[in-house]
């Protein structure tokens, strides 16, 4: 009403200008403009003799200063009067309609005006009252200002400028998002509502060129500045054109510019009615009294519609329901301005999507300890949290909010917050103590649980059963809860996807976080820490479906009483990268039947670009990899890790019929300081188990494992009677050993009836097929290969080449009753390296080393040891065939090379190109035993002179009813304290050979000093071949070279058969029965009988290396 009343009045007063009758009569038509100085007609208004001047104008802007949309003028201006000092009073209105709001606006104003005759110029001032109501937006209000103007009016050119004031209420705002504050209400602004009435200033220089003349018309440049209490200063510039088209009607077209509304302009029709010459009209002055006022006609406003948070799941606004404890009840409606004092009341007054805002109050749980039932898509937001939430158009929009987080509570009750479909919990404290869960949901789908602590729950911190759709859990803590930190279960949809992010969850008394009999398509962990849980850090059991995508990525799970991370049944794409996880207090990270049964999908262990994975310091084992579940297959990728410390590097286990287990273990650090295996790799109960280890640059290192029992790296198989084999395929490369402990590299096959727990009998259900390529074996004190074969019917191809071995024991090969092995030994340096044994004479290890004074000091045992054993119960049951070639063994106490066949063995032999030196000082006849308290560590036990204990190069036994077949080609044998070959038969034991090329130069102990033993017990020989009892021998030999003896059948009354081609350089003599004979070629046909029979059995050919027949595993 206001408004309607303002723009009557100024209608009023424009209807008053005309009023006068006086000016009615003297009416006159035809009044002429002519052109400034010269009497050339220009241009007219139209005359109708009006008392003054009048006009009417359409005013087109799409965005003009400070307002937009075009509008309609009605104005008028005529002369009031004159006063006693030659001014002339002058009253002008202006009444305006928008077109697109349709709003009335109107200007009102009175202007005295002087002529200066001597500087022939007018000088105008006036003062002005505007109103503007017309309402643009939503958030848009009625404004008034009382404005001032003057001007300096030349035939040629003008000078205006205008001041504005607007005054009453000049500024509107929401006061939205200005600081931290959005809320409006019970709304969420996105942009705040500004509608401000600027107070400023413009300035115009208007000009009247000649070549515009003919159509009145002028010029304009200008500028002007603007601001208010809402709105900083700005200022821009005008440029404006105005002419007469025709009679009566003007053009006028503006462009400005600033920096706050940009580019703006308008393009204004008007048409003139009136006599601007007429009498009474018109004074004398150089100007035209009656032109229209150069100045704005709206009030110029800064005007910025609000524009709130639509909840795209409805279309409509959302409604947030305020809470903080510290408001009056009596006065509370849940707006921002009016929160309710208490949860209960805005649970009572919500509906399905309110949102619940609660502030922290006065920081108790006063008003928030009666907990939260929430309602479909509702969404519980404190003020500490990072409340983003979907808006229209796809966005997102960050609630601001700092401060602590208001505490909610629910003692005695169930659940401190109860979730329903869609919901959302964010920005509180959960304090569990006196309910059981924190936060529960059972039977609804898809929930945002971000930014909260729950702790001190009665069970679980979160509890989800029954659930579907998706989950976000982010930035929240789970601490100190009866049971579990988050526990899920039973969940209901395949294609859920679960992501849990910057989540802590320590302290609880069972499992970190935990899912049991769980469904989805995703299950993501990132950036989590589990620690000091009671038992697993994370414990993820039993998904249901196959193909799910689980991701741990970057995760720390420290000092939980169980497992750091335990996954136990799945299928799908499991993926830990850049984890650490140590100090547990059983394993580090367990993976139990979990497989990959959808192509593409694989199990990776390691880490990224920049990160890294850490796993050590865990009780039993770091990393478990296990299937036992029949017919489950998995492929795992074990890439850039070290694991230093803890009771077990690495275990992996396939056990069960049709359990498929491929590991590959490539490029990692190191495996080291455990106090049992580094590695340890099982096949059990018909499963079958694939292994690469290999570093293609820097060896992998194995140190100072096996600490208490165990080995560097330990390979088991095992498979009961009467179900398919267990098989164990491994290759293993470039790995660097180094045990403080017993045992450097171990393989064992255990069958049934074997000492050491399960064998097989004659069908045999266990395999190992082993390579181990270019890598070195440290063990002081132990064994560096010890491979232990019971009971396994099928053929274990064990292949071994390249290797660098250090160690009291070098390699120990047994093969018991039962067994079939398939052995290779090629290419390896093999010296001893335990503790110095000191030799009869005395000497220096530096002589030693120079090839000095043989008796040195030598440490050692055997270099490599073979012992084979048949069941002798009839019936084909253990063969074994060694491959021994290219080897370089030296300085070892007993014998360099040992092989003993017993029972029923057969054992098929090839001793080739190999140097054999040093070896065999025995142990001195003066033993100290320095830790016998009755002599202080100085009492010794003095051997015989005559019972020096030298020892041999190579030394072969047959025994029992067994049989060895060999060829021994091409070896080098020096420096051996006794013999190089000493071949013997005892029982029933059977020895064929084929020796030649070799060069036999030993007896070093007995050369030393002759005159130091009785001859009787030293040999004084390169070779000694003998039958005790039942035994028999064939041998052949050709185009070897002995510095000393080749003696045969010196202690046997049993005959055996000796061939020479001839061409034997040495001395060979037959002390016993037999024969030696020049007739060659029944020992040959011997021993490729027992080739073809192994061949038969189902052993490679003898031509291609143990192991050819395994296809080892590749890493791509």
Known sequence: MRSLSQVCLAIALLATLFADAHALRAQILGNQVYEPGSFRQVASDINVGLPGRMWFRTTYADQGLGYQGAYLTVGGKRHLMEDRWDGRWLGEARVHYGLEEGGFFANVGVERVFSLESAGADLVGGVWYDYDGDKQGPYAHNFSQVSINAAIKTKKWDLIGNGYFPVGVTDYSTAGPSGTNVFFGSNILLTPGIDSALRGFDVTLRMRPKYLAFGNGVVDFGGYGYSSDSVDFFGGGRARLGFQAKSGMMIMAEVNHDERFETTGSLGLSWAFGAPGAAGSTGRGIGNDLDETVRGDHIV????????????????AYNVRHVNNTADPAFEDGTYESPYASLASAEAASIEGDIIFVDRGDGSRQGLNTGLVMKDRQQLLGVGGTNIIPIQDGRFFLIPGEGARPVISNPGGTNVVTLANDTTVRGVNIDGSGALNGIHGDNISNGTIEDVNVFSSGQHGLSLDMVGGDWDIKRASFSNNVVDGIYVRNTTDNSSVFTIENVVADGNGFDGIHFDNYRGSQLRLFNNTTSTNGRHGVYIKDYVGAGLDLDIITHTALDNGGTGVFIDGGDGDLNIVNSTISGNGVNGLHILNWSNSIDGDSTFIGNTTGGSTTLGGNQSTNLVVEINDPGKTQDVLVTGISIVGGGRGVYGSAAGIGTELNMSIVDNGEFSQHLTDGLRFEAKNSGTLNVL??????????????????AGIAFFADGPLGQPVSKLNAVVRNVSINNDGEVGFTTTVIGPFGPDGVSVDGTGTSRINLVMEDSRIESAGG????????GNGDVNNIFFDNLVIRSDIGVSLISDGGSFVDFALLNSDIQSNGNIRPIAQGGSEDDAQEGGDPFADFVGDFGFVALVTGDAGGGLDNLTRIQFSNNFIRDFTFDAVSIEAA??????????????????????????????????????????????????????????????????NANDLVNNYELGLNLNTIDSGTINGSINFNNFANDIGQDADAT??????????????????????????????????????????????????????????????????????????????????????????????????FAPLDHD
């Open 903 to 968: 029972g029923d063995a057969q054992l098929l032999a090839y001793i080739n190109s190999n140097q054999i030196l040093r070896n065999g000082p025995g142990v001195d006849n003066e033993v100290e035993f320095p830790d016998d308290p009755a002599t202080n560590g100085t009492d010794f036990l003095t051997v015989a002179e005559d019972q020096l204990d030298f020892h041999d190069g190579i030394d072969i036994l047959a025994g029992g009813n067994s049989q060895i077949s060999f060829r021994m």
């Open 1012 to 1109: 130091a033993v009785n001859v009787s017990t030293s040999f004084i020989e390169d070779l000694s071949a003998n039958n005790f009892l039942n035994g028999t021998m064939c041998l052949d030999l050709s185009s070897n070279s002995f510095r000393s003896l080749a003696t045969f059948n010196q202690f046997s009354t049993n005959p055996f058969r000796v061939e020479l081609d001839g061409a034997t350089n040495g001395s060979e003599v037959l002390t016993g029965p037999g024969v030696v004979t020049n007739s060659v070629g029944v020992c040959e046909g011997l021993i490729s009988d027992e080739e073809l029979f192994f061949t038969a059995a189902g052993f490679i050919d003898a031509d291609t290396p143990p192991g050819g027949g």
């Open 693 to 710: 280890v290999e570093n293609e640059a820097f060896p992998l290192l194995l140190n100072d494992n096996a600490q208490s029992t165990g």
């Open 301 to 316: 406003r800064f005007n910025q519609s609000f524009e709130l948070a639509m909840d795209p799941a409805t279309g409509q």
């Open 783 to 790: 064994i560096a290969v010890d491979i232990d074969n019971d």
